[in-house]
């Protein structure tokens, strides 16, 4: 008997081929989670305008909303873009999803083993599932109310919502929970692909930094609505509107918005 015949006769020749599958999902995943830190460090800025004043963050909020290009404000653009974050969290959740403890069997066997080994880079994965449980819920809510009112996004609107409708503890465990998470899973990220080429140490110091960046930032932010909120509370629902604008501003508004008054050549 051959040595071929041997081979087929045994089964080796037919060796299943490793799927690719797994590794291509490993990347969705990266991929999902980067835009998705980006887009949160990039909304932690646009909220923090607040601390630049009410005109500043109603500026923001009206180019979001199409207001200096269109000729009126569409805060239905904004709905667009919160739609567009929505699908892509929903993505990343699922892909997630596949590492998470199946039952409560394996949680207690993968806390037996955190506890054991007190690996950092393994606790902090842990804690990376815990606030990725807690996203489910708070991030969910936070988008599905960005998507249906859109309108409800400004100055006082936002501020109104912090304090007189008592949102701010729900705010308060969202920037600990999206900052923790985010923040990890950026370090994890940079580990797992090599990018870009630095030490754990000092990764680790990094992440640890723009945590407590964020963190600061948003509690500054959050603290500014709430004494707006405080202030205006006997106004409820009103919404802000500046009484000007700066003149290269000014121009790019709706035609008869912001008309600074002629003053008469003879008047006194």
């Given at each position: 008997?051959?040595?071929?015949?041997?081979?087929?006769q045994?089964?080796?020749?037919?060796?299943?081929?490793?799927?690719?599958?797994?590794?291509r999902?490993?990347?969705?995943?990266?991929?999902?989670?980067?835009?998705?830190?980006?887009?949160?460090?990039?909304?932690?800025?646009?909220?923090?305008?607040?601390?630049?004043?009410?005109?500043?963050?109603?500026?923001?909020?009206?180019?979001?909303?199409?207001?200096?290009?269109?000729?009126?404000?569409?805060?239905?653009?904004?709905?667009?873009?919160?739609?567009?974050?929505?699908?892509?969290f929903?993505?990343?959740?699922?892909?997630?999803?596949?590492?998470?403890?199946?039952?409560?069997?394996?949680?207690?066997?993968?806390?037996?083993?955190?506890?054991?080994?007190?690996?950092?880079?393994?606790?902090?994965?842990?804690w990376?599932?815990?606030?990725?449980?807690?996203?489910?819920?708070?991030?969910?809510?936070?988008?599905?109310?960005?998507?249906?009112?859109?309108?409800?996004?400004?100055?006082?609107?936002?501020?109104?919502?912090?304090?007189?409708?008592?949102?701010?503890p729900?705010?308060?465990?969202?920037?600990?929970?999206?900052?923790?998470?985010?923040?990890?899973?950026?370090?994890?990220?940079?580990?797992?692909?090599?990018?870009?080429?630095?030490s754990?140490?000092?990764?680790?110091?990094?992440?640890?930094?723009?945590?407590?960046?964020?963190?600061?930032?948003?509690?500054?932010?959050?603290?500014?609505?709430?004494?707006?909120?405080?202030?205006?509370?006997?106004?409820?629902?009103?919404?802000?509107?500046?009484?000007?604008?700066?003149?290269?501003?000014?121009?790019?508004?709706?035609?008869?918005?912001?008309?600074?008054?002629?003053?008469?050549?003879?008047?006194?």
């Amino acid at each position: 008997m051959s040595t071929s015949t041997l081979i087929v006769q045994s089964g080796l020749a037919e060796r299943l081929r490793k799927s690719r599958w797994p590794a291509r999902l490993d990347l969705l995943q990266s991929g999902t989670g980067l835009l998705l830190v980006l887009f949160m460090w990039g909304h932690m800025f646009f909220v923090a305008s607040i601390l630049l004043g009410e005109t500043a963050m109603w500026t923001i909020t009206r180019m979001f909303e199409g207001y200096f290009f269109f000729g009126g404000a569409h805060p239905r653009l904004v709905s667009c873009v919160v739609a567009g974050v929505l699908l892509l969290f929903v993505l990343h959740a699922l892909l997630a999803m596949r590492k998470f403890p199946a039952n409560y069997r394996q949680y207690r066997t993968l806390r037996a083993h955190v506890r054991a080994m007190r690996h950092e880079d393994s606790t902090l994965w842990v804690w990376q599932v815990y606030t990725g449980f807690a996203l489910f819920f708070l991030a969910s809510a936070h988008l599905y109310q960005m998507l249906v009112w859109p309108q409800n996004i400004g100055p006082y609107a936002s501020s109104d919502r912090v304090w007189s409708d008592g949102l701010w503890p729900f705010y308060l465990l969202l920037l600990l929970a999206v900052e923790v998470h985010g923040g990890i899973g950026l370090y994890r990220l940079a580990m797992k692909w090599n990018w870009p080429g630095l030490s754990r140490n000092f990764l680790k110091r990094l992440k640890w930094g723009l945590t407590g960046f964020f963190l600061l930032l948003g509690l500054m932010t959050l603290g500014a609505y709430m004494k707006i909120g405080f202030a205006h509370q006997a106004q409820y629902g009103e919404r802000y509107r500046p009484a000007e604008l700066p003149a290269w501003l000014e121009r790019m508004a709706p035609e008869g918005d912001f008309t600074r008054p002629v003053l008469e050549e003879n008047a006194p």
